[in-house]
């Protein structure tokens, strides 16, 4: 949505573009992320870590940065509604952006107004041009004039006449992704408090893979042992590359929720004849498979709690990659093997790197190039809309089209039954989804499961003793405002013998 000069709101009046260097470095990266995304349709987890980088923004800056960027790209349709309402006229897209980092100070931040207000005009005097500072001044003000609390009713629609479109406004959501979520939760009693979730920034979740790292390692860096993973700590601040555990691999940045369902298959009994083959059919960039690939070759060090079933192996000192001397694991008598696989050959390549004793493929999982019905334990992490991270990607909202789910759904349904083809009789398939949506989820199992007749269908609760909330069953539902994870979905299925 490029622009021509001097149109639209907010006009330059002939004033030069060249822009003067930035005085305030925090502001300045945000407004490029904003612009970024809105222009050339950027990633921000990808572009604000390297501007910061590059620019040398660090502490408090970076945290400010890091809040302005990804909280103002959560809350573009609240920041808009209001915009809107205080707007004579339609803004030039780069004043539009301004005045939402402007907005975002006021109505979620605790920035002074007049501090929020004068910040912004500033960087729109340096980045834009006096006219346009003109502009946004007298819009920010205006804002200012109310808390979020009292511009809500006024810019959304009535709740009791139209409660979806009255939550999407209120919480910064598209209506489609509001309904979604409804519908998945059952009802709207705890819709508020998931979409409010979706708008906190969460804290960075790390993995320590076991007999390669240690949650107590990871401790030492300032991190906390996780609420529900063995394998979890919960990093504060700082930047988790530093830690030298991240840094070779024996450790990474993993979801809690992803690190549980890995676990999950893990910890299903089959009856295996000798060594256990594992498939990680669409692997890439590798937080599974590299988790995975740890419990083949060491086990479950830690095992689940209140009474489930645990690996009694101890840890040792890591062997080097494809080496056989390690120890054998009471919960895989014959020890394992890992197979990780993914279409794109960057991604396999990604996991490649990320894993230690796995064997690394590239390949469609629906023409598969491995055997079939050879696999004990089979993990399908599905392509999917990732609705369930959006507090992780801020603009992934924005981008979402529901009219992409009908194309997802026929790709899930044919990996899954590849997936299913390629476990033995006996054997367990995991159905993964970073998505809570109903037809990605429980649909797509219900129609393979109801279409086939050789699968059944295991709670998978029972594999996750450690976790509450996790919905009626069979399939378990993470939340972000239940767990503090994102809205990972898991299906265990099992192939009859």
Request: net charge neutral; hydrophobic share 40%; aromatic share 6%.
């Amino acid at each position: 949505m490029k622009t021509k000069g001097g149109q639209g709101a907010g006009g330059r009046g002939g004033a030069s573009r060249t822009r003067r260097p930035a005085r305030d470095q925090a502001r300045n990266a945000a407004f490029d992320v904003v612009r970024a995304v809105d222009e050339r349709d950027a990633y921000a987890n990808l572009l604000l870590p390297r501007l910061l980088r590059e620019r040398g923004i660090k502490g408090r800056d970076a945290a400010l940065a890091t809040e302005l960027a990804y909280g103002t790209l959560r809350g573009l349709g609240t920041y808009d509604a209001v915009i809107e309402m205080c707007s004579d006229r339609a803004p030039d897209p780069d004043v539009r952006d301004a005045l939402r980092l402007g907005a975002h100070q006021l109505l979620r931040m605790r920035v002074p107004p007049h501090a929020a207000v004068g910040t912004t005009v500033d960087l729109v005097r340096l980045r834009i041009g006096p006219g346009a500072a003109k502009f946004v001044n007298a819009v920010l003000r205006k804002i200012g004039s109310r808390t979020l609390e009292e511009w809500v009713p006024i810019v959304a629609p009535d709740p009791a006449d139209d409660p979806v479109g009255h939550l999407a406004v209120a919480y910064g959501h598209p209506r489609w992704i509001v309904s979604a979520f409804r519908d998945a939760l059952g009802g709207s009693d705890e819709l508020a408090d998931l979409l409010d979730a979706d708008n906190a920034r969460p804290l960075v979740t790390l993995v320590a893979r076991p007999g390669r790292s240690s949650v107590e390692e990871l401790e030492d860096f300032g991190a906390l042992p996780g609420r529900y993973s063995p394998y979890a700590a919960y990093l504060r601040e700082g930047d988790p590359g530093q830690i030298g555990a991240v840094a070779e691999t024996r450790a990474a940045v993993q979801d809690e929720a992803s690190q549980l369902v890995t676990l999950a298959l893990t910890r299903v009994p089959v009856d295996a004849d000798g060594e256990e083959l594992w498939l990680d059919m669409c692997a890439g960039p590798g937080g599974k498979a590299g988790l995975l690939d740890a419990i083949a070759t060491y086990g479950d060090l830690a095992g689940p709690a209140d009474g489930a079933r645990r690996s009694t192996a101890e840890a040792t000192p890591e062997p080097a990659r494809g080496s056989a001397d390690v120890p054998v694991p009471e919960a895989f008598p014959g020890g394992a093997r890992l197979l990780a696989a993914d279409v794109q050959p960057h991604r396999a390549r990604l996991v490649w790197q990320t894993t230690r004793d796995a064997s690394v493929v590239t390949a469609d999982g629906t023409e598969p190039a491995w055997r079939q019905g050879v696999f004990d334990r089979v993990m399908l992490d599905a392509p999917c809309t990732g609705l369930g991270a959006l507090r992780r990607r801020p603009e992934a909202r924005w981008r979402r089209d529901p009219a992409g789910i009908a194309e997802l759904g026929k790709l899930q349904r044919r990996l899954l039954d590849s997936a299913l083809d390629a476990v033995r009789p006996g054997g367990v398939v995991a159905y993964v989804t970073c998505s809570p949506h109903l037809a990605e989820t429980r649909v797509v199992v219900g129609d393979v499961v109801g279409r086939r007749g050789d699968v059944e269908q295991l709670d998978a609760r029972d594999y996750l003793p450690e976790v509450d909330g996790l919905g009626d069953g069979p399939h378990a539902q993470f939340w972000p405002h239940r767990h503090g994870t994102d809205a990972m979905f898991l299906a265990l299925l099992r192939k009859r013998s």
